[in-house]
Structures are given as C-alpha cells and as structure tokens.
C-alpha cells in the first residue's frame, strides 16, 4: 500500500527554495518521493539545499531564476523541462517584503519593486506552468500569498496589495483552467519564522517584536514546517477536489 501524501513520481517546481518556506517545502516533498527544481536567485543557497536533498538519497536539482524577469522564467520552466519533463506541481513561493512604513512614506521604488517580484513574478510563473500542463494533461499551481492577501496590512500596504493581486490570479485561473484538469490554489500565512520576518523582528521595538509574535490566539510565529505540511498535502493528489481556494495558516488569526 502508498504511502498517505506519496508523491513518488511528481515533479515539483519550487520558486525561493533557497530559504525559509520554500527551503523546507523543497526538503519534505522530496522526502516524499518527489523530484524538486530548487529555483532560487541566491545560487550558494539553492546549490546547499539541493545537496542536502540528495545527501538524505532525494531527487533534485538547483536552477538559478529571478522572477521578476520574464526571460529569466521562460528559461527557468524550459530547463526545469528537460531535467524531469513537464512540472506537475510549481510552487509560486519566491517573495520580498518591505520596512513597516505608513503608506505615504512609502518609495515608488519599492512598491514597484514588491509587484515586480511578489505579483508579476508570480503572473510570469503562472504562465509557464499553465502551458506546460495544457501539453500534459493536467497540473498544480500553487501561490504563496500571505494573511495580508486577504484582509488589512497597515504599513505594509505595498505588500499586502501584491499578496491581494496573487489571490486574484489564483482565483481567476482556477475557474478558467479547471476543465483543462489544472488546479490553482493559494497558501496564506501569517508571520512564521523566517529570515524574512527575522530580519523585520530585529529592525523594530520591542513594543511591535512582541505585537507581531503574539498576533495570534496560539501567541506565537508559525513555523516552516507548519507550512512545509501542508504544502505537501496539497502538491499530492488527495487535494484532488480543491481548487481556487486558499489555505490559511495563521494560528488562528482571522478567525
Ligand atoms: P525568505 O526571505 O526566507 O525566502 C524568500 C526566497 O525568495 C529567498 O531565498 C530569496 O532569495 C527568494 N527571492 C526573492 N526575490 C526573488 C526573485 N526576484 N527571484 C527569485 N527568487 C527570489 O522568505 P519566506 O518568509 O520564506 O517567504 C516565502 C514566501 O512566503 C514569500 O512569498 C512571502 O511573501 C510569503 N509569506 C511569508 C510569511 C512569513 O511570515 N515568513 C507570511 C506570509 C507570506
């Protein structure tokens, strides 16, 4: 008998699989059987953990991509093509952040930068994925959107409007692709412990550290695994009837 959430024979497209969620994404579904492209724009990392993919005797190799360059991701889907054929699931998970800032001290700059990478890096990958899974029959798209995607993120507006974007894509093509058997489906996270938010804890007081820590009713940041889990049930086939919806990990936080 398979195991439950086997993902022997899949092959897993993850963007950001350098670090934080998409590092320990990439480590779980190849522990499950999967053959993963790491994509990462940060080679020395991407190359760490696919070594310690194989080391643990899992499938999976590094490409190097920046999302937000539309050539970069044409390229990226056609090698990631001929390393394992065609990507039956790709994880839009690549994504930056900015400093907490009310609205309009925001930089133009930076807000073009958050939908450059966290909106339009998901639009190019999404078009990739597609064509190849029309060819295929089929396929998984799933987008890394946020909490923030879904309700208010005061001072970090330029983000959250992204993350709102990635929902709309998520929902738009889920209704148009799922006779063409692709699903689409979004995960939304609140703050989990990576070096994303690390890098937030320790630029703001004490005062705000603790705010965001114990946002929600658990009290606490979530965990990569947390997400990791269900990410991995959801690349397998037992989500089989779920599409254009979100997965919301946030230890309660919307509730
Ligand atoms: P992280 O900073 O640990 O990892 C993000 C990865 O994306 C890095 O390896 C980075 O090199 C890569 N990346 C950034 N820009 C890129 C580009 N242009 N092209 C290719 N790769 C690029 O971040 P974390 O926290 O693991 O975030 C992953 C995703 O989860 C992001 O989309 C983020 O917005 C989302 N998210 C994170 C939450 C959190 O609390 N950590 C909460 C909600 C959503």
Redesign the pocket.
């Known amino acids: 008998m398979k195991s439950v959430g086997n993902l022997e024979n899949k092959h897993i497209l993850i ?10 994404t990439a480590l779980l579904v190849a522990s499950r059987g999967a053959k993963v492209v790491v ?4 080679r020395q ?2 190359e760490a953990i696919v070594e310690q993919i194989c080391a643990k005797g899992g499938v999976a190799t590094f490409i190097a ?5 539309s050539d ?1 991701v044409i390229a990226l889907f056609a090698q990631a093509k001929a390393a394992y054929g065609p990507v039956n699931v790709t994880i ?6 900015h400093k907490p800032t009310p609205m309009h001290l925001v930089d133009d700059a930076v807000f073009h930068r958050n939908v ?3 909106l339009a ?1 998901v639009w190019y990958c999404m078009k990739q994925a597609i064509i190849q899974m029309l060819d295929n029959g089929g396929g998984h798209v799933i987008n ?6 879904l309700h208010s993120a005061p001072t970090i507006a330029a ?1 959250s409007a992204t ?1 709102h974007g990635v929902m709309g894509l998520t929902k738009s093509a889920a209704v148009e692709y799922a006779k063409a058997n692709i699903r689409v489906n979004a ?11 690390e ?1 937030v804890l320790a630029n703001v007081d004490e005062r705000v550290r603790n705010a965001m820590i114990k946002a929600n009713p658990m009290k606490r ?2 965990e ?1 695994e947390e ?1 990791a889990g269900a990410l991995a049930w959801l690349c397998s086939d037992e989500s089989s009837f779920m599409t254009g919806q979100s997965v919301v990990l946030d230890g309660g936080m919307l509730a």
Do not use: E
């Open positions: 963007t950001g699989g350098a670090s934080g969620i998409g590092a320990a994509s990462d724009q940060n990392q991407g991509a920046d999302v937000s360059d970069s839009n998970n690549a994504g930056i952040d450059a990478v966290n890096g890394i959107a946020s909490v923030a995607g983000y993350k995960v939304c996270p609140s703050f989990i412990r990576t070096p994303m938010v890098n940041l979530g990569v997400i």
